[in-house]
Nanobody, 124 residues
Framework: QVQLVESGGGLVQPGDSLTLSCAAS????????IGWFRQAPGKEREGVSC????????KYADSVKGRFTISRDAAKNTVYLQMSSLKAEDPAVYYC?????????????????WGQGTQVTVSS
């Protein structure tokens, strides 16, 4: 079965760290550009970070730059989003997307694969 599965979400306190995983099955993630998106209640889905296949260059939204890091583990067929210094504005459902041609930046674009999302809650 071809799918993306996110995991690692949970409840943390402000300032804590959390690492999300995006695991692929049925296809090799290393051949795809990967993007992380998030959607908070009542808000539009927004791009958080993306990493390209090939040179592995990464991009980040200004709101997470310096706090979040995207990375790949080809052996585990997984992409990670390491989140640190979590803030009150970070809670959302986080999704990953994969595309063989496009760099997943725009949440309105239809990419090859989307995961089902994982909830991140930040509360003191």
């Amino acid at each position: 079965q071809v799918q993306l599965v996110e995991s690692g979400g949970g409840l943390v306190q402000p300032g804590d760290s959390l690492t999300l995983s995006c695991a692929a099955s049925g296809f090799t993630l290393d051949y795809y550009n990967i993007g992380w998106f998030r959607q908070a209640p009542g808000k539009e889905r927004e791009g958080v970070s993306c990493i390209s296949t090939g040179d592995g260059s990464a991009k980040y939204a200004d709101s997470v730059k310096g706090r979040f890091t995207i990375s790949r583990d080809a052996a585990k067929n997984t992409v990670y989003l390491q989140m640190s210094s979590l803030k009150a504005e970070d809670p959302a459902v986080y999704y990953c997307a994969a595309d063989s041609a496009l760099l997943p930046i725009d949440p309105r674009t239809s990419y090859d694969y989307w995961g089902q999302g994982t909830q991140v809650t930040v509360s003191s």
